[in-house]
């Protein structure tokens, strides 16, 4: 699929190869090959900033928000970025093994039901806004968005911790 995007400051396409790597082509009809797209603000304002950079890590193309490319265009960074993007969002805290560290924590996740080693409390990162950022003992990062919306259960666990 070769799929073309214009504004007042970009003309690109974006292909893949038969080898299903990511094409990006610029004005001149210069091919990147192994192009990677990457969230300025992956949690804090998915939907803005996302930047378009060779395997070499240089911007090609920056686009500010969704609205400033095609539903192609859109279609085919979404893929790239779902394939490369692995953060499961934790919707409830269903039960963990002990208080202390390390501790196997049993929850729910858009992803479906899953556990997860937590080796320390440092491995809980607080963001703005009230979410939160969990490394599992595999590096797995998990995120909370919103502590204040997690059921009575799940924040009386979290408090244990935090």
Do not use: C
Request: proline share 4%.
């Amino acid at each position: 699929m070769n799929t073309q995007m214009t504004t007042a400051s970009h003309h690109f396409q974006l292909r893949h190869n038969s080898f299903g790597r990511l094409v990006f082509i610029d004005a001149e009809g210069v091919e990147y090959e192994g192009a990677i797209p990457v969230r300025a603000f992956p949690i804090g304002a998915p939907e803005q900033g996302i930047a378009l950079v060779s395997a070499e890590g240089r911007e090609l193309a920056w686009i500010e928000q969704w609205s400033d490319v095609s539903a192609d265009i859109r279609k085919i960074i979404e893929e790239e970025l779902a394939a490369r993007e692995f953060m499961p969002v934790i919707s409830r805290i269903a039960g963990v093994s002990s208080f202390a560290t390390p501790s196997v924590w049993e929850v729910e996740t858009n992803r479906g039901d899953t556990s997860f080693t937590l080796k320390g409390e440092e491995d809980i990162r607080r963001l703005p806004n009230s979410a939160l950022l969990i490394a599992d003992s595999h590096g797995i990062q998990f995120l909370i968005r919103d502590t204040k919306v997690l059921d009575k259960h799940s924040r009386k666990i979290l408090d244990r911790f935090l």
